[in-house]
């Protein structure tokens, strides 16, 4: 009894792969896309479309070497098209101060500007920007409030807002996957982070999308 029990166990199957998902399905084509490997038409799957230099870029190798679990983050579409607002209002009048600091009498330029001038000049902009992440943390992060590049005009999550509606609600749901590749002559292992979205609301689903980090963003 007890070799028919063993046999048994053995002959059970090895523990199956998870399924891949949708999300995974997307990352994996725009992976095999950059890499040569797949249809050169996945690169189309980032968020506001390929840029030149997106279109340009290419990995030797991949992998997929681990996964967070799925964020979704459902809310307000007009309180997400205020903060917004309020966070670009405050960028524009921060700027205008700095521009009229570098402009005064004192033959103060922009370059002179000290780095506690400028924190104060833009301490209005911080305040708008952690009003964002506080009341909708994971549409800051997809629009990287609080970072340089959030004013970037290739940031394609402006373009996505302007077509999203003005009312109603929104659901996005974020995977990031971690990606190891490794590069030059020694193989030199790297992991860096992939995005995968999708923002729905009653007048847009732009479908997955991976959230670019080519040419405009290194984060």
Known sequence: MRSVLLLGILALPATAAPPRDEAQAVAERYLEAISGEGDDAGRDLLLGGATLNAKLFTLENWRIAGREPARVEQGD??????????????GRQALA?????AAGGDGLSLTEVSQEEAARLLAPTLERAKAFVDKLPWLA?????GKE??????????????????SGRFTL?????????????????RVWPLRVLRLRTDKLDTGWKILPASDWNAE
């Open 173 to 189: 749901e974020l995977h990031l996957f971690q990606i190891e590749t490794k590069e030059g002559p020694r193989q030199v292992a």
């Open 97 to 101: 101060k700095i521009v009229t600091a």
């Open 77 to 90: 579409l007009a309180v997400a098209r205020k903060l917004m607002a309020e966070l670009d209002k405050a």
């Open 141 to 145: 992060y997809v629009a990287r409030v």
């Open 149 to 166: 590049v959030y004013w970037h005009p290739k940031n394609p999550l402006r373009p996505v807002l302007e077509q999203a509606g003005t």
